[in-house]
């Protein structure tokens, strides 16, 4: 599968402990963005980064959330001290800057979240 | 601030049917706008996106900026169109940034 993959696929943790998600984008694209999606709800953008800069981390839901991606390949969200709100599904999307398909987003299938 | 707005949680049609899935936008700058699609058990993907004109599995959708709408439309529905379908407006946000603002979704139900 040359699909965006993120890991793992499903994290059940304890309120307080601190959660790391990674997600490898397709080879070529240099975009990456963030998103969280709760029941019912469409996907919520959180952060995008270009090659290895994070450009804009405005929506990041609180100090909790970051985000890195080091070598301008895969990322990794991390949250700290869970709180049974952050219980979510977290997506991951990369897009191409140039061509045909440009900032068309690719998801993956998302890593499942539930903090007890 | 952008905002998209699905206003049917769920639509139900018969198979053969016609299918309209509506969507509306607010946003002060140029809007583009896309349809995602999420089958059962699979991720969420690309349908169609209104800067390319084009029908995707029959699907067609026509960005109308008097309305502020970008309704999905079918004139057949099948049994493998049942899915959950957002709409999604992207969005600039300075510095090289943007970022898509998805609507809550609309699931379509294709009765045989």
């Known amino acids: 599968d040359t699909g965006v993959s993120q890991d793992p696929r499903h994290k059940i943790t304890k309120r307080g402990q601190n959660v790391t998600f990674r997600c490898d984008p397709i080879?070529?694209?240099?975009?990456l963005y963030w998103y969280r999606q709760t029941l019912g709800q469409g996907p919520e953008f959180l952060t995008y980064?270009?090659?290895?800069?994070?450009?804009?981390k405005s929506r990041l839901l609180s100090d909790r959330f970051s985000a890195e991606r080091p070598k301008g390949s895969f990322s990794t969200l991390e949250i700290q001290r869970t709180e049974q709100g952050d219980s979510a599904m977290y997506l991951c999307?990369?897009?191409?800057?140039?061509?045909?398909?440009?900032?068309?987003?690719?998801f993956g299938p998302g890593t499942r979240l539930t903090v007890l | 601030a952008q905002r998209v707005t699905q206003p049917e949680k769920l639509l139900s049609v018969f198979k053969g049917a016609p299918v309209e899935l509506k969507c509306n936008y607010s946003?002060?700058?140029?809007?583009?706008l896309f349809w995602y699609v999420q089958y059962s058990r699979q991720r969420l993907q690309l349908l169609l996106r209104?800067?390319s004109r084009e029908s995707i599995k029959g699907f067609t959708a026509d960005l109308n900026k008097g309305e502020t709408s970008f309704h999905l439309k079918k004139p057949f529905a099948q049994e493998e169109d049942s899915a959950m379908y957002y709409c999604?407006?992207?969005?600039?946000?300075?510095?090289?940034?943007?970022?898509?603002?998805f609507g809550k979704g609309t699931k379509l139900s294709v009765i045989p």
């Open positions: 080879s070529e694209h240099n975009r």
């Open positions: 946003y002060s700058g140029s809007p583009e």
């Open positions: 999307a990369s897009s191409p800057r140039t061509g045909v398909v440009a900032d068309t987003q690719y």
């Open positions: 209104h800067i």
């Open positions: 980064f270009q090659n290895e800069a994070q450009l804009e």
């Open positions: 999604a407006l992207k969005a600039y946000s300075g510095a090289g940034s943007y970022q898509l603002t």
